[in-house]
């Protein structure tokens, strides 16, 4: 008998699964009920979530399908850091390349700030899997001038937080009050300036290009990368459980 795959998409619980496989196969209840040997009102009632069937009672209806429930376990962290083994074995310009954003472009477009990378991209650089939508920026305060400047010269577009959009009008100027969040051709960009900057490890990402230097990257420290969104939290939280298990397994 064949294996049921686990992943199954939108299957949830026993009902989805034989209404699932059943449509699959483009079989009615009747025609499942009759190469099952299990009735048409059992099936209906599988279906329906009104009666939950037991293993023997899902394998007698899948049966008829050739087909068998396989129970396993795992640990509960095992998808997780699947996961974050995943990025762990990417190098720092792979990781880069999944920020939804030209993070160098920014990087070398307000140098003379000196920039360092923080939030969710800090903590994809350390090994956090997950999705990165925009750039984070921290910067010392008193650098703010340095990047009204650089905005002056390429104005980039500023978001408007009384109708959750980015708009022209809005004055891309840092200095002027509004939401640090602007987009541009590097994608969006939001900016902390910051009184006291945070820790900071300097990251090196290799040039593929004989002719140009690697980049140094200043990236927040994993401890100092503050408030990410409580999935987001999740995988941190892990990725720093095993990374101190790791030590402790070195001593």
Known sequence: MQRISPLIPGVTSAADMVR???????????????????????????????????????????GGLELRIVLT????????DRHIDEVASLSMEQRLSRVNGNVLGVLSFLEDAQPMLGGPIAALLHGVPMQVDYTTLLIAADKIDRVAAQFARMPPVRWCESVERFLTTERCDPRVEGAMRWTSWWGE????????LPQAVSIRVPSDTPEVDDRVLEVVTIDRIGALDAEQARLFDRVIERSRARLRGSD
Do not use: M
């Not at 960009?189 to 006291?196: G, Q, V």
């Open 189 to 196: 960009l939001r900016i902390e300036f910051c009184e006291d």
């Open 20 to 62: 699932t496989i059943r449509t699959a196969r483009g079989l009615s209840q009747r025609e499942l009920a009759r190469l099952s040997g299990v009735s048409v009102s059992r099936i209906s009632a599988y279906e329906l979530g009104s009666r939950v069937p037991s293993i023997d009672g899902l394998n007698k209806v899948l």
């Open 73 to 80: 376990t795992e640990p509960i962290n095992a998808a997780l």
